[in-house]
């Protein structure tokens, strides 16, 4: 499966945005597609994640209430809603899909997409 990611941009803390994870392959729907970022200078990091199905979702500790994940299998589309930004949010964010387990650790994923830059003002 290969996978775009895009949405990202420039935006003031406080602000939202809407960042997608388009994939490519006729069995989207068998894979767990997760979101991670890394900041400049620090580890990349578990941001949500969600079961092929939809019916499952986590997001770290650090977004929870202020991020969310979803799917649209139709259109073989994971989303990622960030609102409530913080300067501290600032990364670039990668999606990745993988067909093996549910897990919010980076080594369960297989395959990446390229990452979409979101910069937050403050």
């Known amino acids: 499966v290969q996978l775009q990611a895009s949405g990202g941009g420039l935006v003031q803390a406080g602000g939202s945005l809407r960042l997608s994870c388009a994939a490519s392959?006729?069995?989207?729907?068998?894979?767990?597609v997760g979101w991670f970022r890394q900041a400049p200078g620090k580890e990349r990091e578990f941001v949500a994640t969600i079961s092929g199905s939809g019916g499952r979702t986590s997001s770290s500790d650090s977004v929870e209430g202020r991020f969310t994940i979803s799917r649209d299998n139709a259109k073989n589309t994971v989303y990622l809603q960030v609102n409530s930004l913080k300067p501290e949010d600032t990364a670039v964010y990668y999606c990745?899909?993988?067909?093996?387990?549910?897990?919010?650790?980076?080594?369960?994923?297989?395959?990446w997409g390229q990452g979409t830059l979101v910069t937050v003002s403050s």
């Open positions: 990745a899909a993988t067909s093996r387990n549910y897990g919010t650790s980076s080594h369960y994923y297989d395959y």
């Open positions: 392959g006729r069995t989207f729907s068998s894979y767990v």
